[in-house]
Structure formats: C-alpha cells, structure tokens
C-alpha cells in the first residue's frame, strides 16, 4: 500500500510564496505521474499541475505562470513551488500518485494552505 506524506502549507499573504513537499515511500516512484489537487469545502477536488516520471509537465490554467511542480526520483518527492498567492488559492492541497500503466491510484492526507488579503 502506497503512502504520501504532504508538508509545507500554512497561512502566507496575498503575493507571497510556499513551498509543498510529498514524499512518497511504498511505490516504484518512477513509475507513477504525480500530481497535486486542491478542494474547498463544499466543492470538488481540482487538479493543479502534473508531472509524468519523464519530466514532462501539466497545470491548470489559473496557476499558469505562479506555480511550478517538480520531482526527485532519487528521493521519490515531489515539490509545488507556489509564487504570486492569491486568496482564491486558499485550499487544502492533496498530493496524488497515478500508476502511469494502470489505474491504481494513491492519495496524501493534504495540507492546507491560507492565503489572507
């Protein structure tokens, strides 16, 4: 069974940056694209960004230009660098593990992120 742990969020300002951080144990890591997703209450879990174990990357529109997702496979991690915040960002981010040749799937605890006006 598959685990991710997510680290990095908290309360910033609007402009600010954050880092997330989702180390993943239990899983050949390379064989997996990773992906962060965000969700309000009340809403449903969106996607973020992805990125396959070649390198090769996905955002959604409205972090275009602000966010930027990355991995190690040495270190079987995978990072969201988060700049120019807004308060709409304000979200508990997931972390998600997809087995590119397959379907089976894993999902972190989250970590919540604020952003204040």
């Known amino acids: 069974q598959g685990q991710l742990v997510e680290s990095g969020g908290g309360l910033v300002q609007s402009g600010g940056s954050l880092r997330l951080s989702c180390g993943a144990s239990?899983?050949?890591?390379?064989?997996?694209?990773m992906g962060w997703y965000r969700q309000v209450p009340g809403k449903q879990r969106e996607l973020v960004a992805t990125?396959?174990?070649?390198?090769?990357?996905n955002y959604t529109d409205f972090v275009k230009g602000r966010f930027t997702i990355s991995r190690d496979n040495a270190k079987n991690t995978v990072l969201l660098q988060m700049n120019s915040l807004k308060p709409e960002d304000t979200a508990r981010y997931y972390c998600?593990?997809?087995?590119?040749?397959?379907?089976?799937?894993?999902w972190g605890q989250g970590t919540q992120v604020t952003v204040s006006s």
């Open positions: 239990r899983i050949t890591f390379t064989l997996y694209k």
């Open positions: 998600n593990a997809k087995l590119e040749l397959g379907s089976l799937s894993y």
């Open positions: 990125i396959t174990s070649g390198g090769t990357t």
